[in-house]
């Protein structure tokens, strides 16, 4: 058969209803049942019309295999506010034609922040402006049109409008942003939402403001309809209330906030089968009211009086009162508007509880099995007036109530919690409106599960894990069982911290540290599609870099931190490490462009932090590996500044810049040297082969094992001393009895050099120690997320930097890696060494699915290694065997027939199709 595209994308954007830029690039993926079946060209066609009667763009017949990173830039851009359409035609090897469907975006305002004032939209409130803001107004297609309103306070509101349609129209997309959060409502339809929640995503205001598109087409309809949101604070305009925790404060207690009014916008665009359009806009038409939660404190604590909820308010026919007043067009927030283009968050799996227990009368305690982020939903029946109180733990007492462990963040015991009072309507649903937690125990206080206790009746409580909507890609598994049960956790926390930006912790700090973002993106990106998140945090770098040139520790920075915790180049340094890392998993470089100049801005930076020539040494080190403590400064953060300076070579030669090429090849050069004269021992005094020292104790030479690693993994070893330091890096771990001494930085390459030099016995012996760092000691404590420390009684567990050992159950034990740019060619390498003897997992590459089946049975004196292995079209795959004289019986079977052919050698290639070998090491 001939190649069928099987699915179209756009790059960064997980969602294509307001493409705010004139530049995209566009991918692909293909399929056949032919084994050498590949595209030798393609056409990609971009038109207004989905009949394609008026193109807009065509890129021509190109010849080549190329299905991504395929740049789309029409002259003169995308109309505004418009609906697009695109196609692709490939030619394969036998010159047959294959065509996409018809692919489809819509567009926002692409050029308005380039060519139009870009901060205030509210000309009604200013209509003094209008002729100092003459060209705006005037370039009428090509502008925001929509006002900002609220209702000048900092508390949250509902904002409606009924608007009557004399006829339904075709097509209906809304633009709509609310700060802190909102939730957009439309007919009180759920669907109108798109299952969306925590719109929109968290940026620095001051410079970026994410709106968010919907597509109501199937929610309108002839007559009256409703539009409207309900506005709460978020990290905005953060609120502590009279009796609760907020982390963002200083020392005089007051409190970080980007503004002090909430507000919203919203601007509907309306679609005719005649072909005329309407735009329906916010504006002091709206009316606006109070909400009944009185409270919408990001860290898990709200306050609902559900007497004071407008029943109905949401729906047509509803009849406004008194408290609803006009709305207030209002200054709005300072950033430039940006269509939040990274994945919403949305809610995932519902967890019944696996143990309930009433811990005195009136105090409920719920068990849910899984420590997850959350945003739980309760039913209760109880008399008007009755308050119920809920709070989320990640731990419990003995007496099985919530517990925060570390004496320092007690408030999280009795400062974070969720109070509402009942309507007395009979059963009435409780779920937040705009917050979340992590938590595996909910503690619900004044109820009962019985009637006649005198207390309101709780009738459910499920927890509904929240969390980011990125597609999902791998899963994986083993014949053992504390393995998987390690995967499970390793896969919760992942999950559990993925947002609109990769959190420090759901909990307890909700933070966005940097570290993780490009030390977990080699794991992450076997569980979720993470190219669109780490597109968008790489804006909140840009958006966060300071005036000299650096960059952070968090992006967006919402608590200023001082020192090493401000200005540490493994957490900044993820604004040049993740734009490499975007092209390799992903084959993409459309964020190289926009990060080239701020990337070569913070190496001048951490150029003036240089010590002795080139080393950095001025950071955290190997945060978290006794607490907070961190050691081989030099090693990992002059290792990190030569990557850096890699990548933006790299990053130098795609754009075409010569001579920028050619300086940070000069400059990498220089640190390679002085790290090697510094920090590598080759004299063999100490011991009998060359070795990397830390500079922790000065004047005294150590071997620690993240000091070998991190020299190796970053590629800064002398050809000849390779094998030397190898040595080195497995006798600095049994010198320490095969037990971890990495921080969370370490880690990662740790697990790495294990992988490279096939020791799974030491990783899972390190893994299974007894007392801590252990992975396995967090399992026998009954744990199912990592916590932040190798501490038995944390403050947080649900941290995911601790987890880098991801990454090495793919490529070490499931044997899978990627070789080259998107999985285009990966290598199988099966764990001969192991003490697996069954492992199976799969992952959808971007070019499709990758599945991988080992087993090794036992037959007479020797084991026989059968595998099941499926190579999605477009890639190679090539198995690596250990021996020249190994062999492989492949049998390659398709619908109609099994093809059997025999290889030997260390290298066998593997065409796309489905295969079950025979393998003889």
Known sequence: MSLAVTRCGIHAFHEHLGIDVDKIRL???????????????????????????TPLWDSSKVEGSQQRNILCQPDGGFASASFHYWRVTIWDDEGKQSKSGVNEFFTAYPRCNGLLPPYSMNQTYMPHTSLIFRTWFEDEP???????????????????KAID?????????????GLGHFN?????????????????GWTNYHRTVQFVAYDISNNLREGENVLGAHVGNGFYAGDQGEDRFFWPCYED????????????????????????????????????????????NIYSSETKDFRQYPVGWEHPGFI???????????????GKLKYQSQPPVILHETFEPVDTKTLEPGIVSYDMGQNMTTMVKIQVSGKAGSEVIVRFSETIDDSGRVLMPDPLFKQFETGVFCKFTLAGTGVETWEPDFCFTCARYIQVEGVSIEEGQDFPVIHSLVSRHVSSAAPKLGSVETDKEDVNALIKMCYWSFVSNMFSYHTDCPQMEKFAWLEVTHLLAPASQYIRDMESLYSKILDDMVDAQEPNGLVPTMAPEIRYMCGPMHDTITWGGAAVLLPELLRFYYDSTHVFEKLFEPCVRYMEYIKTKEREGGLIEHGLGDWGLRVAFGNNQANIETAIYYCCLRNIQRMARELGRDSCEKRFADWADRIYKVYNEHLLVTDKKLYPYAFYTSRDEPGKQDRNMVAQAFALQFDLVPHEHVADVQKAFLEG????????????????????TLADLDRPDIVLEMARQEEHPSYMRFIRRGETTLNEFWQDACRSKSHDMLGTIYEWFYEAVLGLKPESEAYRTWTVKPPFRSEFRHVKGSMECPYGKISIEYNKEQSGDEDVVTMNISVPTSTTCFLLLPHVSSSVKLERISKTFIAVSSRWGQRIGIKPGHYRLQIRP
């Open 184 to 200: 957009f409502v439309c007919n009180g339809d759920p669907a109108a939402a798109n299952e969306h929640v925590l719109d929109p």
């Open 320 to 334: 406004e009162d008194e408290e609803w007043k006009n709305a207030t067009p209002v200054t709005g927030p300072r």
């Open 253 to 296: 207690n007051t409190y970080v906030r980007y503004g002090n009014e909430l507000c919203v916008f919203l601007e509907l665009h309306l679609f005719f089968e005649d072909g005329s359009r309407e735009t329906i806009i916010t504006g002091p038409d709206w009316k606006i009211r109070t909400s009944a939660t009185t409270l919408a």
């Open 142 to 160: 090509n502008r925001w049109k929509s006002v900002w309103i609220g209702d000048n306070g900092d508390k949250p509101f509902y904002v409606r």
């Open 733 to 752: 771990c049994a010198a320490a009895n095969n037990r971890i001494q990495a921080g969370e930085i370490g880690l990662k390459f740790l697990w790495n």
């Open 165 to 177: 349609l004399p006829r339904k129209p075709s097509r209906a997309i809304a633009f709509a942003s």
């Open 27 to 53: 991918f692909w993926v293909l399929h056949s049942e032919r084994e050498h079946a590949k595209q030798v060209a393609y056409r990609v066609e971009v038109s207004n019309s989905p009949e394609f009667v």
